[in-house]
């Protein structure tokens, strides 16, 4: 049975346009288009009980994904990844309820694998023969593994600064890999050429970001749901998202909302954004309060260590600023010295292996602590979105590698008093 309506609507012009016409009708307003569920259907087809039954992972919540037939939905382990409480990090920020959602565990080892199984599920249920994205390496990588598992061709655009890591990944995988030139400041290059491709192509879009997919968003929903469950239906009063174009953030919050509609949970957690500040267009428009159909640019090219939140164009804004808005949330941006710090003691003290991207919601976490935002007995839940297998490099490049040393105690124990 499906609970959503296939009649999707444009947020700012309103025009209604066909599932199946998702890519050759457009609006041309710029925003994803909205899918609405039906709630009443849903409280009486699901419940606690129902849920507790059944696997802990991403499938377990089929009815919340706009999916006619269940068994299009790709099995490939996504989800069911691990709360944790952190013991260093919580004790030297005077907290006493931090936790990390682990989604480094992921298949692909990012949270991407949540919108991007519904968006490779969904063109299965279409009949898509070839499937495509723009990336800076994540949602690729997710897009090539779950491809895989479809038998579908891929094709990803990425920029051409993409780590090895992501590249060998996405190559493996067997996914065709276009690295694109950056010829204009503050612009996409690989999201043009991804543009331009599909529409030429015939191929079926599907990042995890932007008006080119509406159904994938809706993938992002189950890590919500997963946190309501591990903390026994008991809502965190912060959920810290490190927010490139505003996908995470928004879908997250949207799953607090539908398991509130359904009487699942009694209210919704604060919601913050945490941008790098050579990249922060959705903490500028937060604290300029705009509009979100009216949400501001970053109008030059971001250099930042949180590569995967360099998105001067954040095309998931509009829904980014309404969940911040709506839950009365905060957004911050942080420096790159913070990050790259926060990043080393996430490792260190809490055995935590993220990528600076994966983990930079901690440097925010920082601020509001200091500022008096947050308070000590809060319970704060913190992404830990992507493993730091997935960029190596930067990592390398903040840590000296001692030099090779001889088989010899003597120089053992000068190399461990240095």
């Known amino acids: 049975m499906r609970f959503y309506d296939p009649i999707l609507i444009c947020p700012k012009c309103k025009k209604k346009i066909q599932e199946k016409e998702f890519i050759s009708k457009k609006c041309n ?45 790709i099995q490939s382990g996504t989800g069911g990844t691990s709360l944790i409480k952190s013991h260093y990090i919580a004790k030297k920020l005077g907290l006493k309820n931090l936790y990390f959602k682990l989604e480094n565990q992921n298949p692909s080892g990012s949270f991407k694998d949540r919108p991007i199984s519904i968006g490779v599920s969904k063109a299965k249920e279409f009949g898509a023969k070839t499937l495509t994205a723009a990336s800076s390496g994540n949602a690729g990588a997710a897009l090539a593994t779950f491809g895989a598992k479809a038998n579908k061709k891929v094709v990803v655009f990425v920029p051409e600064v993409t780590t090895l890591e992501k590249l060998a990944q996405l190559t493996l995988l067997g996914a065709k890999v276009i690295r694109v030139k950056n010829m204009q400041e503050g612009v996409d290059s690989s999201i043009f050429l991804f543009k331009e491709a599909y529409n030429r192509m015939g191929w079926t879009p599907c990042p995890s970001f932007g008006p ?46 539908e398991f509130k509609i359904l009487d699942f949970i009694k209210s919704v957690p604060k919601m913050v954004a945490v941008q790098p500040e050579q ?28 590569s995967g939140l360099a998105d001067p164009h954040p095309w998931d804004a509009d829904s980014a600023l309404e969940a911040l808005y709506e839950s009365k949330g905060e957004a911050v941006s942080v420096s790159e010295e913070d990050i790259i710090r926060t990043h080393s003691e996430c490792a260190k003290k809490e055995g935590i292996f993220g990528e600076p991207t994966g983990t930079a919601a901690l440097a925010g976490l920082e601020r509001l602590v200091f500022d008096g935002t947050i308070d000590p007995t809060d319970v704060i839940v913190i992404p830990i979105t992507g493993t730091g297998f997935k960029d190596i490099k930067s990592i390398l490049n903040n840590k000296k590698l001692r030099d090779p040393i001889n088989p010899s105690i003597d120089e053992l124990t000068r190399t461990l008093s240095q």
């Open 279 to 306: 990249c922060s267009p959705i903490v500028e428009s937060f604290r300029k309060r705009v509009d979100p159909l009216n949400f501001m640019d970053w109008n030059f090219t971001p250099e930042t260590i949180a």
């Open 212 to 257: 080119f997919n509406p159904f994938q968003f809706e993938g992002t929903k189950s890590m919500a749901f997963e946190i309501c469950e591990q903390m026994d239906f008991n809502v965190p009063d912060w959920v810290l998202c490190p927010t490139g174009s505003g996908g995470l953030i928004s879908g997250v919050f949207k799953g607090f909302k």
């Open 29 to 73: 307003c710029g925003f994803r288009l909205r899918l609405n569920f039906n709630y009443e259907q849903l409280k009486e087809a699901i419940s606690k009980t129902l849920l507790s039954k059944r696997i802990f992972n991403h499938n377990r919540y089929v009815e919340f994904f706009p999916i006619q037939n269940p068994t299009n939905l």
